[in-house]
Every structure is written in C-alpha cells, then in structure tokens.
C-alpha cells in the first residue's frame, strides 16, 4: 500500500538567491576579519624583519646568525624545548597508560589532577615551584640547600608540569581506543608485557606521541611566563624579544627574532609528519574491544604509586597557591592572615583581575559567534574562497603568542585600524590566537548532524540565517557552551601575547601576576592566583550546572 506525501511548495527563487548573496557576503567578512588580524600582523613581522634603513635587507637575520649572544639565546630555547618535550611527554605517556590501559585505583583523581593545568596560568606552576625551591622556599630551607629553581632545570621543571595536560589528552584518547585484542593476541604468540608494550601498543600509538611532541615542543619553545620567572640568567628567544620590545623598543629585532622563533616550530610539525607519515594506524573496528584490561600486581601497584605520587604533586603545587596567599611572609614568618588580599603593594588592587573577567567574557562571546559562523560556512556552504578560509582559520595554531602580540603593536598600532589602548585589540589576539581549536571543534560537531535536517528546513522555505538559528544552533549548543569555556580560560590566563597590548590604567590579572613575582611580593600574586582558579573553577561549575555536564566539556589546547 502506497501513499502520496504533499511535498511543501520550494522557497521562491528570490529568497534562495538572497539566501545565497548573504552567505557569501558573510563568507566575505569572515575572510577579511582573517587577513586582517591573523594575515596583515604576520606580513608586517616579516615586513619589519627585512626593512633596513636603505630598503629591503637581511643585515637583521645577518646580524643574528653572527651574534654569538642571540644565537646562544636560539640555542637554550633549543634545548630548553627539547628536553622538556621529552620528559613531558614520557610523563604524559605513563599517566595515560595507567589510566585508559591499567585497572589501578585512583584512576579519577590522576586523570583530574593531569588536566589541572588547562585551567590556570601555565607560570602558576613556576610560582609554586619558587615557594618550594626558591631562595626562600620551604624545601631549600629545610634543607639548607645552597641550590635554587632558577636556571635551565627550573624552565624545564615548570614547563614539564604546565604543558602535561595537552600532552596527555592527546595520548590517553589514543591508548584508550586501541583494541585490547591486538595485545591478547601478541601474548597469545608469544610476546612478554614489555614486547607487547613496545611493538604493538606504543607502535599503535606513534600518531599520538608524535601529536604531543609537537604540541609540547611548540608550547616550549614559544613559552613567556615560566622562563622570565624561574629563567633567572638563562635566557630564551620568547623573554629576549619582550627585553627588545619593553626594554629597547627595538621593533626590527624582535620582528627578527619572531620570524627566526616560528622556523623551529614549522621544523618540527614538518618532521612529525615525516615521521608519521602515510601508514594506516586504523586500531577501532566495529569489533573492537577497548578499555583496561586486568593488570598483574606487579605492574599495578608500581605504577599506581608512579602516577599516583605524579597526580598528588600536581595536588601540592597547586595547593600552595592558596595556602601562599595567606601566609603571612613565606619563609619567615607562616603566621595566616588576609593581608595579600588587601594587594597594599600595588594600586591597582584586584582590578587586575575583574578586567581579566571583562577581557574573557567579551573574547568568550565574541569568538564562539565567529567560530560557528565560520565552522558553518566552512562545513557547510563551501562558499568561493571556503578553503582560503579554513587555512587561515587553523593559521595560528603555529604562531606564538610572542608573535602575535609582536605583530599586533606593529600591524594596529597606526591608522587605518589603530586600535592600541582599547579592549578590541585584546580581545582580538585571544579570539584570533585560538581561533583554530574552536573553528574544528565547531567543525567536527556539525559532522555528526545529518545536513537531511537543514535540507528539510530549506525545502520548506526557511533561508540560510533562520535555518542557522532555528535548526543548527540549538543542535550546537553544547559546542558553543564548550567554545565559551574555552575563550573564557583563554581570556582569563593568556600571558605571552597580551603583556605587550596591555595599556595603563587596564591591566591583566595574568600580567599583574608575573608584576608581582618581580617586585618580590609571592604572597600577592599566589592572592590574584588563587582568585583567578577561583573565578575560572567557579564558571566552568556553573555552565555545567546550567546546561549539564555532559554537555560542556574543557576543549584541548
């Protein structure tokens, strides 16, 4: 038996060819709202790089290769990088493998604390480790040690503990998803646990470690805040271009020094995929079996006690920011009072912090607004010029921050945008500097919706913009609440490229931080710290509580 259905009349030809003009205007606005805060700062570093006063020259990058003094301070970053890349990794690697591989106990609090991170200043790390191992710290105290934090091992040391999350994200989604079978059937062959741990499961997840050995070899090399806090006399191209920037307003060799900071890292991400290549690492099937399997005592209890310590050290460093905003003088005098709150050491009190909350609620909005719009446009649409946009989308995922705000003083400094003193130029390098995960978060979520609902909406006359925002967006609003939390952390803890766009009288909480630290004052930057993880702990609780926690998740960085 078959029946008729009464299809609805097409949308009129003038609607879908307005429906059309307005998606590529938009299309339009976002590829100019691209070039010219992601394409016009990059193009005046390079511009200024090469501009001598004769015209154009490479004395500059000349001048740095022949300095012996720059190109150590190319050579500790370097090295700086690198060892920490190892040792985070191998750090990430076993918290991740006890957690998605192993049956120990405690599993939740070590996942909790390896993500604790994400949400606070990575140089937070750095100021713990100062209470502990500085010149006044407990530990150095204690001991009566004649060594101290600063140095090449306190960078290393700080920058191990900050960039451990994104290092671990990466390597615990893929152990979690290799098939349990692949290991049963090499023991099956015959292969120890140790064979078994090498040529399959570590061999299955080569794409992850090579994925966080970017990530963190990236995040390193560009880092701000850890070396100028615990660098002491060891410097690094990212604090040598803030001295030529603040300190010498010598713009031609930080723009060198950028340009020669970004090589390093367009090296690594093309050796990641050399080293990773075109080969097939497919370990989930529609029968695969993953999980943790059950684990023998003498593997689990060492290695519940290895990622256990690691987790309940992470517990401390953080810990020790509260309990330094209350101690009345750290190393003297442990006496708690309230006294860091008051902030007597500088005028400008807690505003720090509140412009910090307007920063990050306005990025927030902002930048989940032009994430979906492009994610859509992207994903959906294929307007003229979709792929130029998604290049330039993903663009800043290999800039530094150092960068970014190097090419913001230059790039919007002078007419015909000049935006430096006002909260749009902040709020454009948070938005514009992590616009790449939230464009592919957006992205990878309008993939699990079936585009069948949309061609439904639009065969019966709804256009492009009502479609978005009746059909799409309520579908997207997880996503969006996720995007939100992201800008908002991002907002609320960036360092690197901001404290070169701050302008008196609207300081960061994030920059009065490190101000703090400087002017010898621990006690109230662990204050502003501890209210910061407050504020960002505080909102993250509440969205969850609001739209359910299922449905805002933190996304990676």
């Not at 022949?66 to 190892?86: E, G, K, P, Q």
């Not at 991740?96 to 993500?115: H, Q």
């Not at 990530?215 to 803030?242: H, K, Q, S, W």
């Not at 909406?457 to 309520?474: E, N, Q």
Request: hydrophobic residues 55%; positive net charge; glycine residues 8%.
């Amino acid at each position: 038996m078959s029946r008729s259905l009464t299809r609805a009349p097409a949308a009129p030809w003038t609607r879908l060819v307005q429906g059309e003009l307005l998606v590529t205007a938009i299309a339009a606005a976002v590829l100019l709202l691209l070039g010219i805060f992601i394409v016009w700062p990059m193009v005046k570093v390079l511009w200024m790089s090469v501009l001598g006063p004769a015209g154009l020259t490479l004395g500059h990058y000349r001048e740095f290769v022949s300095t012996w003094r720059l190109f150590r301070i190319l050579l500790n970053s370097l090295a700086v990088a690198a060892v920490s890349t190892v040792l985070t990794v191998l750090l990430a690697l076993v918290l991740a493998y006890a957690v998605t591989r192993t049956t120990i106990p405690g599993k939740r609090f070590v996942s909790l604390m390896s993500l604790l991170p994400l949400i606070s200043p990575p140089f937070l790390v750095s100021l713990a480790f100062i209470l502990l191992f500085g010149r006044n710290g407990v530990v150095t105290r204690w001991l009566g040690l004649g060594w101290s934090i600063y140095g090449f091992h306190g960078i290393v040391m700080a920058q191990v503990f900050s960039f451990l999350p994104q290092a671990y994200i990466l390597l615990a989604n893929v152990l979690g998803n290799i098939d349990t079978a692949l290991e049963e059937a090499a023991e099956n062959l015959g292969a120890g646990p140790l064979t078994t741990l090498w040529r399959v499961t570590l061999a299955l997840a080569r794409p992850g470690l090579a994925s966080a050995a970017l990530i963190v070899f990236i995040l390193c090399m560009t880092d701000f805040g850890n070396p100028i806090l615990v660098g002491g006399r060891y410097n690094v191209l990212a604090t040598e271009i803030y001295s030529e920037v603040i300190g010498l307003n010598d713009f031609a060799s930080a723009a060198t020094m950028s340009v020669v900071l970004i090589v390093p890292c367009l090296i690594a991400y093309l050796l990641n995929a050399y080293w990773v290549g075109a080969t097939s690492y497919v370990t989930v099937s529609a029968s695969a079996s993953t999980g943790a399997r059950p684990t023998p005592a003498l593997v689990r209890w060492p290695l519940f006690l290895l990622s256990g310590g690691i987790a309940l050290f992470i517990a401390v460093i953080y810990g020790l920011i509260p309990l330094g905003s209350f101690v009345r003088l750290w190393g003297s005098d442990w006496s708690l009072a309230l006294t860091h709150y008051a902030f007597k050491s500088t005028a400008e009190g807690a505003w720090p912090v509140w412009n910090s909350v307007k920063l990050a609620a306005v990025s927030g909005v902002v930048g989940t607004a032009l994430a979906l719009v492009t994610a859509y446009v992207i994903e959906r649409k294929r307007p003229p010029g979709a792929r130029a946009i998604e290049f330039l989308s993903l663009l800043p995922a290999a800039l530094p921050g150092t960068v970014i705000g190097v090419g913001y003083i230059l790039a919007f400094n002078v007419p015909p945008l000049s935006l430096t003193g006002t909260l749009s130029i902040l709020v454009s390098s948070v938005v514009f500097w992590k616009f790449p995960v939230a464009v592919l978060a957006g992205i990878n979520a309008l993939k699990q919706i079936d585009p069948a609902i949309e061609e439904a909406a639009v065969s019966l006359g709804a256009g492009s913009v009502r479609t978005f925002g009746r059909v799409v967006l309520p579908l997207l609003t997880g996503t969006a609440f996720s995007i939100f939390v992201y800008f908002f952390i991002n907002g609320m803890v960036t360092v690197s490229a901001v404290i070169f766009l701050i302008y008196p009288g609207f300081n960061l909480g994030s920059v009065a931080i490190l101000n703090q630290v400087e002017n010898g004052y621990p006690g109230v930057a662990c204050a502003l710290g501890t209210i910061i993880l407050g504020i960002v702990i505080g909102t993250i609780l509440l969205l969850r509580a609001l739209v359910g926690g299922e449905r805002v998740a933190i996304l990676k960085t």
